[in-house]
């Protein structure tokens, strides 16, 4: 698959004593807690979440009336700086306060064992955070959770960045990914005790911790009043060539082989796109789609099509894997074949014993440990301790966290090594422009005064340049690494890149 | 079917297609070695779980 993506994780966190007005202050601690050499801070120009990729702006983003009630006057009003507080790493990613969630976005990527790979070095990252947080006098243990749910009406997001040529249509994404999106938390859900959005009378394990937080179709906002399919046009790239679809419906996936498969399969249905291939199907009611399917608790995962027909959610992903295997199945690289091969397995599994994906798809993972304990312990999915073991599922503490203590039991599936994700806590990808980021900061760090994703601003005796990356957008060629690496000049650096052609 | 903690220890780890075989260097890394904890070690990590966590875990809206 011919693409850069990247997934950008929201973390919750818990810090005894706390309320959620002290989390936008304890989240910033967290990440300045980060120990290694980073630059600082990010450069926010030209970015600009309020234009929509329907060809015009919003006025202003949506905000949740509910959190309002959290916010309380800075004792010293901090700027935006402050207060994201932002750290570039060296391996090319992005740390920083998102809002009271410390986010880890990982630099871009363009194999999925590479993304899984960073994916979970943002995890480690985070954790070595908090841990010297909570070991500094003036803090309480702080805890960390890979999640998307508060259990009290409050989301945040894990997303995903797919970068696209600008000549695929906007109507073809949406017409394109819609059904995609509403089905696919079959396998890439991360279960959730309960529901508060719209509360149940029965206890409920959902599909998705995300699912109930969807109100409509689309939307540029991500806040509030959320779309299963984000129309935010900020391509961090030249945006005569490329777009980037922001992916915001997805759960976090604690499971290595569930984010692989989940951006596998999207980056591969894109793929379909960019061939103009349309799925056969349009859904009755999408919004209602999305929630019902994650609150289904027959497991038949049934969605209503326009025209009346009614179908199972695993015969609308066949749709896509079945066009996948006939147009891309023929030469596919290693990444497409995998992930045509373990589509086909996954989607087998759920239409027969669900169960049976217990080892990799998150959501059966813990409905599995969960229901097992609650069994043993006498007690039903509405005792409170359903809801603290759902939460205890996503700590990413390994000594507490049940998903870690499944993995270490070897009771999950696995495709990186521990070796490849610490190489990843300090080295970018090598195929795309990350590396130039990470290894800018690296070599050079005296001399960066911003970056972002798409450029970095130095300063050399008094001399402002500015290292343009969009040239690099689309992946870094091996040849170019090899004479940047062997280059030891900052000069050099900034000359042969500024040379590169706008469509490199 | 309910999967008892200990019945999932015995099934092998499938092959992975995704996973490079370990061999030369340019095969990718092999797994790692792990002591394999007692499954009963997971149960008594639940045990320690404080009912409470999740009414008293509350989160600022995020994106």
Not at chain 1, 293 to 312: A, I, M, P, Y
């Given at each position: 698959m011919e693409t850069i993506f990247g997934i950008e994780t929201e973390y919750g966190i818990f810090v005894d004593g706390r309320d959620p007005s002290d989390l936008v202050n304890e989240a910033i601690h967290v990440v300045q807690s980060y120990p290694r050499p980073a630059a600082s801070?990010?450069?926010?120009?030209?970015?600009?979440?309020?234009?929509?990729?329907?060809g015009f702006r919003v006025g202003h983003l949506t905000h949740n009336p509910d959190d309002a009630r959290y916010d309380r006057p800075a004792e010293r009003p901090m700027s935006m700086q402050e207060e994201r507080s932002d750290r570039i790493l060296v391996n090319g990613a992005r740390l920083y306060n998102d809002h009271g969630h410390p986010e880890y976005s990982t630099p871009e990527c363009s194999a999925l064992r590479q993304l899984v790979a960073h994916d979970k070095a943002g995890e480690r990252i985070i954790f070595d955070c908090a841990r010297r947080r909570s070991a500094s006098?003036?803090?309480?243990a702080v805890t960390i959770y890979k999640n998307n749910?508060?259990?009290?009406g409050m989301s945040y997001g894990c997303h995903e960045s797919y970068l696209l040529p600008r000549s695929v249509p906007f109507e073809a994404i949406l017409a394109g990914m819609l059904p995609f999106f509403v089905t696919r938390?079959?396998?890439t859900g991360a279960g959730k005790v309960g529901a508060e959005?719209?509360?149940?009378?029965i206890p409920i394990f959902q599909?998705?911790?995300?699912?109930?937080?969807?109100?409509?179709?689309?939307?540029?906002?991500?806040?509030?009043?959320?779309?299963?399919v984000n129309t935010r046009?900020?391509?961090?790239?030249d945006a005569r060539l490329f777009r980037r679809l922001h992916v915001i419906c997805g759960d976090a996936n604690l499971s290595e082989y569930a984010t692989a498969l989940k951006v596998g399969t999207t980056a591969v249905c894109l793929e379909l796109l960019k061939r103009d291939w349309k799925p056969p199907v349009t859904l009755e009611n999408p919004v209602a789609a999305i929630q019902n399917l994650s609150r289904?608790?027959?497991?038949?995962w049934l969605v209503n099509l326009e025209g009346g027909k009614t179908v199972r959610a695993t015969d609308v992903q066949r749709l896509y894997l079945e066009a996948a295997e006939k147009q891309?199945?023929?030469?596919?690289?290693e990444d497409t074949a995998w992930v045509l091969k373990e589509w086909a397995v996954v989607l087998q599994a759920l239409e027969h014993?669900?169960?049976?994906?217990a080892d990799r798809i998150d959501w059966v993972a813990k409905r599995t440990l969960l229901e097992q304990f609650l069994k043993e312990e006498g007690?039903?999915?509405?005792?409170e301790m359903a809801q603290s073991l759902d939460l205890e599922y996503h700590n990413i503490d390994p000594d507490q966290g049940l998903f870690y203590g499944l993995e270490q039991m070897g009771a999950m599936r696995r495709l990186v090594t521990d070796e490849e994700i610490e190489r990843a806590v300090n080295h970018a990808?090598?195929?795309?422009?990350a590396w130039v980021r990470g290894e800018v900061i690296r070599r050079?760090?005296?001399?960066?005064?911003t970056a972002s994703w798409n450029k970095i601003t130095l300063e050399q005796q008094g001399q402002i340049t500015i290292l343009d990356l969009n040239p690099l957008a689309a992946g870094l060629d091996p040849e170019l690494r090899e004479r940047l690496d062997a280059i030891q000049s900052l000069t050099e650096w900034v000359r042969l890149i500024g040379a590169l052609r706008p469509d490199a | 079917m309910i999967v008892r903690i200990e019945d999932r220890l015995r099934r092998p780890a499938p092959a992975d297609p995704m996973r490079k075989p370990g061999g030369?260097?340019?095969d990718g890394p092999s797994s790692p070695k792990v002591n394999r904890p007692n499954p009963n070690d997971l149960l008594k990590r639940m045990k320690r779980v404080d009912p409470d966590q999740a009414r008293r875990y509350r989160q600022r809206s995020g994106e």
């Amino acid at each position: 698959m011919e693409t850069i993506f990247g997934i950008e994780t929201e973390y919750g966190i818990f810090v005894d004593g706390r309320d959620p007005s002290d989390l936008v202050n304890e989240a910033i601690h967290v990440v300045q807690s980060y120990p290694r050499p980073a630059a600082s801070p990010w450069d926010y120009r030209g970015e600009d979440p309020r234009r929509d990729m329907r060809g015009f702006r919003v006025g202003h983003l949506t905000h949740n009336p509910d959190d309002a009630r959290y916010d309380r006057p800075a004792e010293r009003p901090m700027s935006m700086q402050e207060e994201r507080s932002d750290r570039i790493l060296v391996n090319g990613a992005r740390l920083y306060n998102d809002h009271g969630h410390p986010e880890y976005s990982t630099p871009e990527c363009s194999a999925l064992r590479q993304l899984v790979a960073h994916d979970k070095a943002g995890e480690r990252i985070i954790f070595d955070c908090a841990r010297r947080r909570s070991a500094s006098p003036e803090s309480a243990a702080v805890t960390i959770y890979k999640n998307n749910s508060d259990y009290h009406g409050m989301s945040y997001g894990c997303h995903e960045s797919y970068l696209l040529p600008r000549s695929v249509p906007f109507e073809a994404i949406l017409a394109g990914m819609l059904p995609f999106f509403v089905t696919r938390q079959i396998y890439t859900g991360a279960g959730k005790v309960g529901a508060e959005v719209r509360p149940s009378p029965i206890p409920i394990f959902q599909l998705s911790q995300r699912g109930d937080f969807f109100s409509v179709e689309t939307s540029v906002d991500t806040l509030h009043q959320r779309p299963i399919v984000n129309t935010r046009d900020e391509p961090h790239a030249d945006a005569r060539l490329f777009r980037r679809l922001h992916v915001i419906c997805g759960d976090a996936n604690l499971s290595e082989y569930a984010t692989a498969l989940k951006v596998g399969t999207t980056a591969v249905c894109l793929e379909l796109l960019k061939r103009d291939w349309k799925p056969p199907v349009t859904l009755e009611n999408p919004v209602a789609a999305i929630q019902n399917l994650s609150r289904d608790q027959s497991w038949q995962w049934l969605v209503n099509l326009e025209g009346g027909k009614t179908v199972r959610a695993t015969d609308v992903q066949r749709l896509y894997l079945e066009a996948a295997e006939k147009q891309l199945g023929g030469d596919a690289d290693e990444d497409t074949a995998w992930v045509l091969k373990e589509w086909a397995v996954v989607l087998q599994a759920l239409e027969h014993d669900p169960l049976e994906l217990a080892d990799r798809i998150d959501w059966v993972a813990k409905r599995t440990l969960l229901e097992q304990f609650l069994k043993e312990e006498g007690l039903d999915w509405g005792d409170e301790m359903a809801q603290s073991l759902d939460l205890e599922y996503h700590n990413i503490d390994p000594d507490q966290g049940l998903f870690y203590g499944l993995e270490q039991m070897g009771a999950m599936r696995r495709l990186v090594t521990d070796e490849e994700i610490e190489r990843a806590v300090n080295h970018a990808p090598d195929t795309t422009r990350a590396w130039v980021r990470g290894e800018v900061i690296r070599r050079f760090p005296e001399a960066v005064r911003t970056a972002s994703w798409n450029k970095i601003t130095l300063e050399q005796q008094g001399q402002i340049t500015i290292l343009d990356l969009n040239p690099l957008a689309a992946g870094l060629d091996p040849e170019l690494r090899e004479r940047l690496d062997a280059i030891q000049s900052l000069t050099e650096w900034v000359r042969l890149i500024g040379a590169l052609r706008p469509d490199a | 079917m309910i999967v008892r903690i200990e019945d999932r220890l015995r099934r092998p780890a499938p092959a992975d297609p995704m996973r490079k075989p370990g061999g030369d260097g340019d095969d990718g890394p092999s797994s790692p070695k792990v002591n394999r904890p007692n499954p009963n070690d997971l149960l008594k990590r639940m045990k320690r779980v404080d009912p409470d966590q999740a009414r008293r875990y509350r989160q600022r809206s995020g994106e």
